[in-house]
């Protein structure tokens, strides 16, 4: 080979090694996110949970540093168990998040069902905070707190209402026969059937239920410290006389956490927590909240984390109590 020919080749060679150095550079300095970001619900389509992260996710993608698609993975079963489970074994690049129910996964921990300690992860936000609502079949007889104590009432629960329903029976002095459904929409139905004599769910899910039974069934309290602005003519325990430990306050709600699995990168994590508070101050997403009558409730992750420790601490108190009721 002559030496232009020698020249010729050793130039493309060294061009060739220039430009994948510089690729390979670019790759590596490439800020985050650099493809779709997946949040899991662990629920079926169609619940408060998929609806919520749904909104997030339209309006999460507008405030991203780069433009990337964020869609939603459906893992539902075993009352959320599932979703949290992949949630906390996925890679922490960020690019799996979940919208995990703080309660439902503090009780999974408590009961020992969730070997992944929920304390480990990395906690980004909050989209919703909902008290209880109690109601109960208007033929059921439940019309007072005495009722339910006298009676050994059919509570209409999901699993993951387990042990809130249970914190509430003990906090009123009552006994009860949990039921348990697939889903709130169920249950719905068959406190309006009279399958049932009480339900629980959260007040935007069970305040639906009570207007959609055309009088087949009544709210009773809610198991808040205040009243609800929203249901002004709701009583509060308080306001039936109970004075409740205020650690049971901790988990008589259904909040809707913004969560990464354990180890995320600390910039990767500004990135998100920064984007998420921008989309949930977005005008539109506020807007399609209240259209979907879900009130806006967001916290930072340290408050969130604290209050996680809270439920798995008094869920713990009431675990022998919902144990056998547990599959």
């Known amino acids: 080979m002559d030496m232009k020919k020698q020249w010729f080749w050793g130039a493309i060679v060294v061009a060739t090694l220039l430009i994948v150095a510089a690729t390979s550079a670019r790759a590596a300095a490439a800020p985050y996110p650099t493809k779709k970001i997946a949040?899991?619900?662990?629920?079926?389509?169609?619940?408060g949970f998929d609806l919520q992260a749904r909104m997030l996710a339209m309006s999460l993608e507008k405030y991203l540093p780069n433009k990337v698609n964020v869609v939603i993975e459906n893992v539902a079963g075993a009352g959320g168990k599932m979703g949290a489970v992949q949630l906390?074994?996925?890679?922490?690049?960020?690019?799996?998040?979940?919208?995990?129910?703080?309660?439902?996964?503090?009780?999974?921990?408590?009961?020992?069902?969730?070997?992944?300690?929920?304390?480990?992860?990395?906690?980004?936000?909050?989209?919703?905070?909902?008290?209880?609502?109690?109601?109960?079949?208007?033929?059921?007889?439940?019309k007072t707190l005495a009722d339910m104590k006298a009676k050994d009432f059919r509570f209409g629960i999901t699993s993951e209402m387990l042990a809130s329903a249970a914190v509430i029976c003990k906090t009123i002095g009552a006994n009860f026969r949990p039921v348990l459904f697939d889903g709130s929409g169920d249950a719905v139905l068959a406190g309006m059937r009279g399958d049932v004599d009480a339900l629980v769910f959260s007040w935007p899910t069970m305040i639906k239920g009570v207007r959609d039974s055309k009088g087949k069934m009544n709210s009773l309290f809610v198991p808040s410290q205040s009243r609800l602005p929203s249901l002004p003519d709701v009583p509060t325990l308080a306001d039936l006389g109970v004075r409740a430990d205020p650690a049971i306050y901790a988990v008589v709600a259904t909040s809707r956490t913004i969560v990464a699995p354990p180890g995320v990168d600390k910039t990767i994590q500004e990135i998100l927590v920064n984007a998420i508070n921008?989309?949930?101050?977005?005008?539109?997403?506020?807007?399609?909240?209240?259209?979907?009558?879900?009130?806006?409730?967001?916290?930072?992750?340290?408050?969130?984390?604290?209050?996680?420790?809270?439920?798995?601490?008094?869920?713990?108190?009431?675990?022998?109590?919902?144990?056998?009721y547990v599959k």
């Open 88 to 142: 906390a074994k996925s890679k922490p690049d960020g690019y799996t998040i979940g919208v995990m129910g703080l309660e439902s996964v503090a009780f999974m921990r408590a009961l020992g069902q969730l070997q992944e300690d929920p304390q480990r992860w990395t906690f980004l936000g909050q989209l919703s905070s909902d008290p209880l609502l109690v109601a109960v079949n208007a033929s059921a007889g439940l």
């Open 39 to 47: 949040i899991i619900v662990p629920f079926k389509p169609g619940g």
């Open 278 to 324: 921008k989309a949930t101050s977005d005008p539109e997403f506020i807007k399609q909240m209240k259209q979907a009558e879900f009130d806006l409730v967001t916290a930072k992750p340290d408050e969130i984390k604290v209050r996680m420790k809270a439920a798995v601490d008094e869920f713990t108190v009431v675990s022998d109590m919902v144990k056998s």
